[in-house]
């Protein structure tokens, strides 16, 4: 099973990007799956995840409204949507996979991660 995170670069603030998380090896309605932030000399955080069974997805109150996470089924790839993007945003982005349908917040809820993807907010 393999995750690979793409998408990352350098947008001004206010700008968009779209984040991709290609996942093979994996059936996907099986699982939960989340993106997870890491800034410079700050701990991984929780971004947002979906529960790919019912698909209701879940935001940190940070990103709430300015972030959608989505899932291709055919594409199998998880995306993260990101508009109205500020300079707080700047980090290395990360998908995660965990098993199963239960809310999954936490870094050691995940088995499964990609290896990141940089997203630098600056004029």
């Known amino acids: 099973v393999q995750l690979q995170a793409s998408g990352g670069g350098l947008v001004q603030p206010g700008g968009s990007l779209r984040l991709s998380c290609a996942a093979s090896g994996f059936t996907l309605h099986r699982y939960t799956w989340g993106w997870f932030r890491q800034a410079p000399g700050k701990e991984r955080e929780w971004v947002s995840y979906?529960?790919?069974?019912?698909?209701?997805?879940y935001y940190a109150d940070s990103v709430k409204g300015r972030f959608t996470i989505s899932i291709d089924g055919d594409k199998r790839t998880i995306y993260l949507q990101m508009h109205s993007l500020e300079p707080e945003d700047t980090a290395v982005y990360y998908c995660?996979?965990?098993?199963?349908?239960?809310?999954?917040?936490?870094?050691?809820?995940?088995?499964?991660w990609g290896q990141g993807t940089l997203v630098t907010v600056s004029s």
């Open positions: 995660a996979a965990r098993l199963g349908s239960a809310a999954a917040t936490r870094v050691a809820d995940y088995a499964y």
């Open positions: 979906i529960r790919n069974s019912g698909r209701t997805p």
